[in-house]
T-cell receptor, first 115, second 116 residues
Framework: QQQVKQSPQSLIVQKGGISIINCAYENTAFDYFPWYQQFPGKGPALLIAIRPDVSEKKEGRFTISFNKSAKQFSLHIMDSQPGDSATYFCAASTNYGGATNKLIFGTGTLLAVQP | GAVVSQHPSRVICKSGTSVKIECRSLDFQATTMFWYRQFPKQSLMLMATSNEGSKATYEQGVEKDKFLINHASLTLSTLTVTSAHPEDSSFYIC????????????FGPGTRLTVT
């Protein structure tokens, strides 16, 4: 029940296209859903995050769509660029506002944007 | 803002020796720090959670006597891998969260440990 399932495992998108990565969870106590971007040999960087009281959040070319009833959330990267090529992880946590929130990570999606 | 550093970025040590990795929050006070390990092409695995001034809480299956964690100040946590073995070779990443935005974790750049 603590798992976060992520798909696809890998994704190839043409430059300018839309990249879509999906995640699903079981634990209804999760109340914070961030997405992280990781380049090879680097630590993950927080990209965008959402709480379950909203269905969508947009920051630049990145949008999170959240479906509370389906317990699913997704990352959309509009106008994908070669520089977006990286591994993307979704995550979820409980205890919003608490000091020891633990992140449960998805398995990751390796995105390759072809020029 | 919210910058986390790690030192060293890479370390090679001989089997049986110990190695210490530092994690620092540079521009905020980190009430909680987390240590992860990541194997190639895999996700992050949480090893332990530490609050400043308290003993770390280890995840199931993580040997606390092998992976010593100290969080002595609001800006520094250390992970010491004791009696390292080749199977301990991995990418170790720390993250930190503070009181201002406690639900957000900011990650360090990681430390590549190779045990020969």
């Amino acid at each position: 029940q603590q798992q976060v399932k992520q798909s696809p495992q890998s994704l190839i998108v043409q430059k300018g296209g839309i990249s879509i990565i999906n995640c699903a969870y079981e634990n209804t106590a999760f109340d914070y859903f961030p997405w992280y971007q990781q380049f090879p040999g680097k630590g993950p960087a927080l990209l965008i995050a959402i709480r379950p009281d909203v269905s969508e959040k947009k920051e630049g070319r990145f949008t999170i769509s959240f479906n509370k009833s389906a317990k699913q959330f997704s990352l959309h990267i509009m106008d994908s660029q070669p520089g977006d090529s990286a591994t993307y992880f979704c995550a979820a946590s409980t205890n919003y506002g608490g000091a020891t929130n633990k992140l449960i990570f998805g398995t990751g999606t390796l995105l390759a944007v072809q020029p | 803002g919210a910058v986390v550093s790690q030192h060293p970025s890479r370390v090679i040590c001989k089997s049986g020796t110990s190695v210490k990795i530092e994690c620092r929050s540079l521009d905020f006070q980190a009430t909680t720090m987390f240590w992860y390990r990541q194997f190639p092409k895999q996700s992050l695995m949480l090893m332990a959670t530490s609050n400043e001034g308290s003993k770390a809480t280890y995840e199931q299956g993580v040997e606390k006597d092998k992976f010593l964690i100290n969080h002595a100040s609001l800006t520094l946590s250390t992970l010491t891998v004791t009696s390292a073995h080749p199977e301990d070779s991995s990418f170790y990443i720390c993250s930190a969260s503070g009181t201002a935005l406690p639900y957000e974790q900011y990650f360090g750049p990681g430390t590549r440990l190779t045990v020969t």
